[in-house]
C-alpha cells in the first residue's frame, strides 16, 4: 500500500488522501475536496483513480466528488447511511465491509458516528496498520459534534473501537488540528511531558510534509485518550465543581469535548 498525503492549503486546513496499489497502479481517493491536486498527485505517480471514498457527508469532504467522476470514472463509496446526502452514491458500506483497491490492498470499513452519524474510517489491513479516521480522530484530538454528530456516540467509537486499535497504526486524519490540539491537551494536562515535545518539535512544520503520528503516540498526548488522568481530572473539577470525586471515562471525555467546543 503506498500512501499519499495531500495538504490542500485551504482554510479549513483538509488533507486528502491516494491509497495506490504497488502492483497495479490502481488507486482509492479519499475525501478528494482538492480534485485538481488529487488529480496531479496521481499523474505525477502514474496512478489511475478507481474509487472515492468520503468519511462523511460534509461538503469540505465531498465537493470533490463530481469532478474526480468526470475526470475518471471513479466509483463513490460512503456509509450506506449517507445516501440522499451524499449525490450519485455508488456503494453504500457499513462495519466490517472491505474495499479493495488493485491487487493487494484491503481497508476495513469502521462505521465510527460521533461527528456525523454516517462516518466511515478506514483501517488497512497490511504489514504497518494504518488508519484514515475523517474528522473522528485528529492528531492530538478529537472531531466535533455540531453538524449532525452527538458526543455520546463519539465517546463510544473512542472507547469500544478506536482504544482496542494497535499502538504501531499510522493516523491520516481528515485536517491538520495539531498544533491547536496539542494547545488544548496542554490546557488540560499542563504537566503532559509529550505533548510539550511535540509542540515545542512541530509546531513550525511544513503541512505539505506532515507528522504522521501513531497510536501509541496519540495515547500519550490526546487529551481524549487520557481519560484517567489526574491532572486532566483536577483541572476538569476546576470547571465543573459538580464532578464527582471518581468521575468515568465518559464524563471526563463528554466535559473535555464541551470545553474544547468554545476553546
Known amino acids: 500500500m503506498i500512501v499519499e498525503q495531500i495538504w490542500t492549503g485551504n482554510a479549513f486546513r483538509n488533507f486528502n488522501y491516494l491509497v495506490a496499489c504497488p502492483e497495479t497502479g490502481e488507486a482509492l481517493a479519499i475525501d478528494?475536496?482538492?480534485?485538481?491536486?488529487?488529480?496531479?498527485?496521481?499523474?505525477?505517480?502514474?496512478?489511475?483513480?478507481?474509487?472515492?471514498?468520503?468519511?462523511?457527508?460534509?461538503?469540505?469532504?465531498?465537493?470533490?466528488?463530481?469532478?474526480?467522476?468526470?475526470?475518471?470514472?471513479?466509483?463513490?463509496?460512503?456509509?450506506?447511511?449517507?445516501?440522499?446526502?451524499?449525490?450519485?452514491?455508488?456503494?453504500?458500506?457499513?462495519?466490517?465491509?472491505?474495499?479493495?483497491?488493485?491487487?493487494?490492498?484491503?481497508?476495513?470499513?469502521?462505521?465510527?458516528?460521533?461527528?456525523?452519524?454516517?462516518?466511515?474510517?478506514?483501517?488497512?489491513?497490511?504489514?504497518?496498520?494504518?488508519?484514515?479516521?475523517?474528522?473522528?480522530?485528529?492528531?492530538?484530538?478529537?472531531?466535533?459534534?455540531?453538524?449532525?454528530?452527538?458526543?455520546?456516540?463519539?465517546?463510544?467509537?473512542?472507547?469500544?473501537q478506536l482504544e482496542k486499535l494497535g499502538d504501531d497504526t499510522?493516523?491520516?486524519?481528515?485536517?491538520?488540528?495539531?498544533?491547536?490540539?496539542?494547545?488544548?491537551?496542554?490546557?488540560?494536562?499542563?504537566?503532559?511531558?509529550?505533548?510539550k515535545d511535540m509542540l515545542a518539535r512541530y509546531e513550525n512544520q511544513d503541512p505539505d510534509n506532515a507528522l504522521v503520528t501513531t497510536l501509541s503516540q496519540e495515547r500519550e498526548m490526546n487529551v481524549f485518550f487520557r481519560l484517567q488522568s489526574p491532572t486532566v481530572i483536577a483541572r476538569l473539577k476546576e470547571s465543573f465543581p459538580d464532578m464527582t470525586d471518581d468521575p468515568d471515562p465518559r464524563e471526563v471525555f463528554l466535559k473535555l469535548r464541551e470545553l474544547r467546543n468554545s476553546w
Open 32 to 160: 478528494p475536496l482538492d480534485y485538481t491536486k488529487c488529480l496531479a498527485a496521481a499523474k505525477d505517480r502514474g496512478w489511475t483513480v478507481t474509487q472515492i471514498l468520503n468519511t462523511h457527508e460534509h461538503g469540505d469532504h465531498t465537493g470533490g466528488n463530481k469532478a474526480m467522476v468526470a475526470a475518471t470514472g471513479a466509483k463513490i463509496i460512503a456509509h450506506a447511511n449517507a445516501r440522499g446526502r451524499i449525490p450519485n452514491m455508488d456503494r453504500g458500506v457499513g462495519a466490517g465491509d472491505i474495499i479493495k483497491v488493485g491487487k493487494s490492498v484491503e481497508l476495513e470499513c469502521l462505521d465510527t458516528p460521533g461527528h456525523t452519524m454516517s462516518h466511515i474510517c478506514l483501517l488497512s489491513h497490511t504489514d504497518q496498520p494504518a488508519l484514515f479516521s475523517g474528522d473522528t480522530l485528529f492528531n492530538a484530538g478529537a472531531g466535533n459534534c455540531h453538524n449532525g454528530g452527538h458526543p455520546n456516540e463519539l465517546y463510544e467509537t473512542f472507547a469500544n
Open 170 to 195: 499510522q493516523l491520516y486524519p481528515g485536517h491538520d488540528y495539531l498544533i491547536n490540539n496539542l494547545k488544548f491537551t496542554l490546557d488540560r494536562e499542563p504537566d503532559n511531558a509529550a505533548a
